[in-house]
């Protein structure tokens, strides 16, 4: 594996409806939902147990479902997707980012075939160019308001 980008996740108050607020020390009342086995799911059960009613679900497009039916007040995701999601005429209109995002350091990376260290280190360099120089950070901010690297 060559090239690990760091994946933010975005915090528990990722999103939520246009307009509300509420506050992390109080979350009584408040249904927050994810994708079940994600890193998200997890920061939920790890800090939120008991304070608020935590929902899981199989795809996040059942999570989608549900923040627009009502049956979620808050939903904590990966910002790619989220981000994606909320360009939708769905989401863009309705909901929005709410807080900061944190790390959990959600690493990906790109393959290449055991042994073939000649391509590896072709890539490792190309890369390594293209954050030098400035053009990584101009591709980024075409397509994303915040770096995923």
């Known amino acids: ?12 108050v990722s999103w939520s409806r246009v307009g ?4 992390l020390s109080d979350l009584s009342g408040k ?25 899981f679900y199989d795809n996040q497009d059942n999570v989608y479902l549900d923040l627009l039916s009502g049956r979620l007040d808050i939903v904590l995701s990966d910002e790619l997707p989220t981000y994606n999601w909320l360009k939708t005429a769905e989401g863009a209109s309705q909901f929005e980012f709410k807080g900061n995002s944190f790390m959990k350091n959600d690493e990906i990376g790109i393959a290449v075939r055991k042994g073939d260290t000649k391509l590896k280190e072709k890539l490792n360099k190309a890369l390594d160019e293209l954050i030098a120089d400035g053009t990584y950070e101009k591709i ?6 915040f770096s995923i690297y």
């Not at 509300?20 to 506050?23: L, R, S, V, Y």
């Not at 800090?47 to 608020?52: M, V």
């Not at 980024?140 to 308001?145: C, H, I, L, Q, T």
């Open 20 to 23: 509300e607020t509420f506050d």
């Open 1 to 12: 594996m060559i090239l690990l980008i760091n994946i933010t996740q975005a915090d528990c």
């Open 140 to 145: 980024n901010a075409r397509y994303f308001p």
């Open 31 to 55: 249904t927050i939902g994810a994708q079940r086995a994600t890193l998200g799911a997890q920061y939920l059960e790890d800090n939120f147990t008991g304070k608020a009613d935590l929902k």
